[in-house]
């Protein structure tokens, strides 16, 4: 399956177990790519406890290269459901993420109502409300492979 998309999208549970091993494992880069053309994309908040997640992620992900001796570059972030209405905790959050800068901030995905709907009705954002401001999220892949 690998060989016949350009990006595949592993969705899975935000917990630091088996199944985020096998996910981050794919992420791998593959012989003869070359580095930055395959790797891991990261959902992340605008506040701390997300910060503090990724400390423990980043920890798995160089445990999983020394580990495995395989290549895994974090291509970037996207921050989800971002809202500056939310005062100080979301701004200062965010421009420390922006301020890593590798990996970068490769999308800041705001806070709408179609969010919720769709997870109310049980439905794919997209699905639900294609061409709403979220839709944003599919110009990802088009950040990644400039």
Not at 17 to 42: F, K, L, N, P
Not at 44 to 55: I, M, R, T
Request: hydrophobic share 40%; glycine share 6%; with cysteine.
């Amino acid at each position: 399956m690998e060989g016949d998309f350009d990006f595949i999208v592993v969705d899975c549970p935000p917990s630091l177990g088996y199944s985020m091993d096998t996910a981050i494992y794919y992420c791998r880069g593959r012989d003869g790519e070359e580095a930055g053309t395959s790797g891991i994309v990261i959902p992340v908040l605008s506040e701390d406890s997300s910060a503090d997640a990724y400390n423990m992620l980043e920890e798995q992900i160089q445990d999983l290269v020394e580990d495995l001796d395989v290549d895994i570059d974090q291509l970037g972030f996207v921050v989800n459901m971002y809202d500056s209405r939310k005062g100080y905790v979301a701004t200062s959050s965010l421009e420390e993420w922006q301020k890593l800068g590798e990996p970068p901030v490769l999308a800041i995905v705001p806070e709408l109502k179609d969010q919720r709907e769709a997870v109310r009705v049980k439905a794919p954002l997209l699905a639900h409300a294609p061409y709403c401001e979220q839709a944003e999220v599919r110009t990802i892949a088009r950040r990644i492979s400039e």
